[in-house]
């Protein structure tokens, strides 16, 4: 008995394996995609609605504003994609790893930007009526575009056979199993050209500009003013990434900056610096100083996660421990302590508290592996929270005035300048956060400077070795039990030295500032995404990561209870589609996708 097999719409398939999603030929598609590309941009200095009650008044002629801006930007860049396609000169080094890809993505965000605006002015006054030419143009021409991207040629996976005997379901799941398949086909890209050798100071050039871009595009994004404004900006921003990552870009980038790491972390720390100066006020400077706390503490976490491969669920409990004991020997009215140490001293006490913590809780679970050790440190997490709130002199012993906290915790004070009062420098009025900003970031590079010389070192290859497979790192004589401790005290520590500052900039410690799951940043679970998403093993990764997990709900507040809902949805569909993070190491990008090109040389950690 022989089982037939047919293959699914072969000849369709193999007639047209090098056309487009949508039946147009590909040469007009290139042409509908550039000339709607042009008409997006001239419809952004044209009005869109009549009306100023729309945030960011679109009611101006020849000057873009608000939204009309990101749309600016999409489009332009859609036009410069589809120029490099048709071979104009002196712009094939924006595809280095060819054209059709990045102009689908970069059409694709243009017209989401383009459409969510034209929706929204319609929704928020009362229909389409609403509308000026600009936001017909623009909807017509985003529109002419994607189509025509859409239109451009690729090439076709091969239909896998069906059994004739399949039942109807079957038949279905297969056929959108192969439509889906030839989705994602079209936007698959070539192999990026390697980067031939410059002279050091135009790579040096490069690197600055890429920071300068990097520091423009997250000064727009924290200073967004509204709602509106902040959705158009992800939409841009996201896909407008992936279309420069799919024209290589990106990877070139990379390329420039690993011949460079130490002017790269230079580079991008100057660059961190200058944030506060390009702000008018002290406000986005708050959310600055939260997001390097949150960043430095997952990046902590990066080693016991990401290095050591140990699931941490209880990790901001030691963030709760540098602050507390930071707090007690501060100064504070409230601490039962009538002591004030200096900061280098608090420092200490904080970072020597919670590396004390780290080695009482690991050397007793730490010969737990996977699930079991998470669920010990999940219960750890949960023990330091309740037993800070029950040491309030009623239930225990008065050492954290329990639910209250340890508050009107004083400013800092070294060497004579007082981070509680505004200074001005060169004409820059420079305010509280900022003061702690800057401190932040000082603190910040120590933690980056911990992470690279131990990952680089013999214990970091032990950590990795460790994580890959413990079994086989102790057959080849790791001590796994003293190398998996060390972890956990390096990670403990570096948390206890990010709270020690955040007990300052607060005022006040309290219990409920530690919990491990909650809608604001930092708690356990956010500190475990911003590793995962960012990419775990990485410098940059946790960092990117903290920085979104802090910004975006921050942002999104309007969403009111929707909030963690259409967070969660945002981070299911990154790990459908990016499981390795947003800023992977190589090794990792391996295991999740093996049929990507391996490395030349692979570093000693994989990255």
């Known amino acids: 008995m022989t089982t037939q097999t047919t293959a699914t719409d072969t000849a369709t398939a193999t007639s047209g394996k090098h056309a487009g999603l949508i039946g147009i030929p590909p040469k007009a598609g290139l042409a509908l995609a550039l000339g709607g590309s042009v008409l997006t941009i001239i419809s952004t200095f044209m009005a869109w609605t009549w009306t100023s009650a729309f945030p960011g008044d679109l009611t101006v002629y020849g000057y873009p504003g608000g939204l009309q801006v990101l749309v600016l930007v999409g489009g332009i860049l859609s036009t410069l994609f589809c120029l490099a396609a048709y071979g104009v000169k002196g712009l094939g080094w924006l ?42 143009l623009v909807a017509i021409g985003s529109l002419a575009a994607l189509l025509g991207a859409f239109a451009l040629p690729f090439e076709r996976p091969e239909p896998d056979p069906y059994d004739p005997d399949d039942t109807g379901w079957e038949l279905f799941k297969h056929k959108a199993g192969y439509k889906w398949t030839t989705f994602k086909a079209a936007f698959a890209t070539g192999t990026p050209r390697r980067v031939g050798k410059l002279p050091s100071y135009v790579e040096i050039l490069i690197i600055v500009a890429i920071m300068a871009l990097g520091l423009t595009v997250f000064t727009y994004g ?84 990401g290095l050591a491969g140990l699931l941490d669920l209880g990790y901001v409990a030691f963030l709760g421990v540098g602050a507390y004991a930071a707090a007690l020997v501060s100064g504070s009215p409230s601490s039962p302590f009538d002591v004030h140490f200096p900061f280098w001293a608090a420092v200490l006490v904080g970072a020597g508290a919670s590396l004390v913590f780290g080695v009482l809780i690991g050397a007793p679970t730490l010969r737990l592996r996977g699930d079991y050790l998470a669920i010990v440190t999940l219960g750890f997490g949960e ?18 005035n329990g639910s209250n906290g340890i508050s009107s915790i004083p400013n800092l004070n070294i060497l004579g300048f007082d981070f509680g009062v505004v200074h001005t420098f060169g004409g820059f009025t420079i305010g509280r956060f900022a003061n702690y900003f800057f401190l932040m970031l000082i603190v910040t590079a120590v933690v980056v400077t911990v992470f690279r010389r131990s990952s680089d070192s013999r214990i970091g290859r032990a950590w990795v070795a460790i994580r890959e ?139």
């Open 95 to 136: 595809v280095p790893a060819g054209p059709d890809a990045a102009i689908k993505l970069a059409t694709i965000a243009t017209f989401a930007t383009a459409w969510y605006t034209v929706l929204a002015i319609s929704f928020d006054l009362g229909g389409v009526v609403n509308l000026e030419p600009g936001g017909y």
């Open 222 to 305: 924290i200073g967004t003013e509204y709602d509106e404004l902040f959705i158009g900006f992800l939409i841009t921003a996201g896909l407008g990434f992936a279309a420069l990552s799919k024209a290589g870009l990106i990877a070139q980038a990379s390329q420039i900056t690993a011949r460079h790491q130490n002017i790269t972390i230079c580079g991008a720390f100057t660059a961190a610096a200058l944030f506060p100066f390009t702000q008018t006020d002290d406000q986005y400077a708050t959310i600055g100083v939260y997001i390097l706390i949150f960043a430095t503490v997952a990046l902590g976490l990066n080693i016991v996660v």
């Open 383 to 400: 023990i330091f929270r309740i037993t800070a709130n029950n040491l309030d002199g009623t239930s225990g012993p008065d050492l954290t």
């Open 469 to 607: 497979d413990e079994t086989a790192a102790l057959a080849m004589g790791i001590n796994g039990f003293r190398v998996k401790l060390i972890a956990f005290a390096v990670g403990a520590s570096l948390a206890g030295l990010a709270g020690t500052v955040q007990a300052h900039v607060t005022y006040t410690v309290t219990p409920e500032q530690y919990l491990f799951a909650g809608v604001i940043p930092p708690n356990s679970a956010f500190l475990l995404a911003a590793v995962v998403l960012g990419g775990m093993g990485t410098i940059s990764g946790p960092l990117v990561g903290a920085s979104l997990l802090f910004l975006i709900p921050n942002k999104l507040q309007f969403l009111g209870d929707y909030q963690l809902l259409a967070f969660g949805v945002a981070l299911i569909l990154l790990m459908r589609f990016r499981p390795e993070g947003l800023i992977p190491n190589r090794r990792r990008q391996l295991e999740f996708h093996e049929d990507a090109e391996p490395p030349t040389v692979l570093t000693r950690t994989g990255a």
